[in-house]
């Protein structure tokens, strides 16, 4: 007769600390196969990646996404809230990832 075996969940605080925390809200699972970007707090992934980069650009743009959802009113709100987030993700991305350049969306 075979055992079973069980499966143990760790923490989400625990699997959280071992991935790269891009934002307050969104963070990156390196896996040996892709790139993971989760929401803080939650085991759903959202998106899956092949290239660093491209989990980067995902969480710019959904960033951008929320963003205008939440408070463009007027094409001028939209563009001031696309530069504004445009300006503060490549600052950080360059802080601390300065070998990854990130393009703008214009």
């Known amino acids: 007769m075979s055992e079973k075996k069980k499966v143990v969940l760790r923490p989400l605080e625990e699997q959280e600390a071992e991935m790269i925390k891009v934002t307050d809200k969104y963070l990156i699972a390196v896996t040996a196969y892709d790139y993971q970007v ?27 996404k929320n963003e ?6 007027t094409l001028e709100d939209a563009i001031k809230i696309i530069s ?8 950080v991305v360059k802080d601390v990832f300065p ?8």
Do not use: Q
């Open 68 to 73: 205008l959802k939440d408070n463009a009113r």
């Open 38 to 64: 989760r929401e803080k707090g939650s085991r759903t992934v959202l998106a899956y990646f092949g290239r660093f980069e491209n989990a980067l650009t995902f969480i710019r743009d959904e960033m951008i």
């Open 99 to 106: 070998e990854y350049e990130v393009r703008k969306i214009k």
């Open 84 to 91: 504004y987030i445009n300006t503060r993700f490549e600052s």
